[in-house]
């Protein structure tokens, strides 16, 4: 009785994973696309399902002065990197 409680318990432990306000979890099965991930808690079944965070983060916008000497602002970028889960 005490091997299938501990069992069980280790699957579920396993299978919920924490996808950080920063971040976005790309969730495969079997190796095909899924699902998106959102910020939060998210419940993946071990050994079939796998996730990839994708950290999002929107920068400060910043002065930009091109070669021509023209002043402008950059509003919008993002910056991603990809770790394996």
């Known amino acids: 009785m005490t091997y299938i409680f501990l069992s069980i318990l280790i699957v579920v432990g396993s299978s919920i994973r924490r ?3 920063q ?3 790309i969730i495969y099965t079997l190796g095909n ?3 998106v991930g959102q910020p939060g808690w998210c419940i ?3 050994v079939v ?3 990839i965070l994708i950290k999002t983060t929107h920068p400060e916008s910043q002065k930009l002065i091109a070669q021509i000497q023209a002043k402008g602002d950059v509003d919008e970028e993002l910056y ?3 770790v394996i889960v």
Request: glycine letters at 6%; proline letters at 6%; hydrophobic letters at 30%.
């Open 19 to 21: 996808v950080r306000q």
């Open 23 to 25: 971040q976005q979890g």
């Open 33 to 35: 696309y899924t699902r």
């Open 44 to 46: 993946v079944i071990p």
């Open 49 to 51: 399902q796998s996730m």
């Open 80 to 82: 991603k990197k990809i």
